[in-house]
Nanobody, 118 residues
Framework: QVQLVESGGGLVQAGGSLRLSCVAS????????MAWYRQAPGKQRELVAR???????NYADSVKGRFTISRDNAKSTVALQMNSLKPEDTAVYYC????????????WGQGTQVTVSS
């Protein structure tokens, strides 16, 4: 059974930092491209950051320079370090993984709430 379990969400003031983690089980983690998405109330889910199995990364323009995605294959973990948080970063953050570079993700986590107060 494949599981992606996120942790690290919470309430933080604007300008603060949070670190999200996602632990994967049931997959050969090294082979998977991993990503963080977010969905704010009333908005569509959007890609925040992605890290390929090759460790190549890409980011949404709105988080470039503030967020950093990383992976630890030995621990089957992908992390999202979020600095200089803004109220508009408030959303449920989801971890996702897939074998394809292009196409839908194969697996999703349950999400973790991030709330940034002004």
């Amino acid at each position: 059974q494949v599981q992606l379990v996120e942790s690290g969400g919470g309430l933080v003031q604007a300008g603060g930092s949070l670190r999200l983690s996602c632990v994967a089980s049931g997959i050969i983690f090294n082979y998977y491209n991993m990503a963080w998405y977010r969905q704010a109330p009333g908005k569509q889910r959007e890609l925040v950051a992605r890290i390929l199995s090759s460790h190549v990364t890409n980011y949404a323009d709105s988080v470039k320079g503030r967020f950093t995605i990383s992976r630890d294959n030995a621990k089957s973990t992908v992390a999202l370090q979020m600095n200089s948080l803004k109220p508009e970063d408030t959303a449920v953050y989801y971890c996702a993984g897939g074998r394809r570079v292009v196409g839908p993700n194969d697996y999703w986590g349950q999400g973790t709430q991030v709330t940034v107060s002004s």
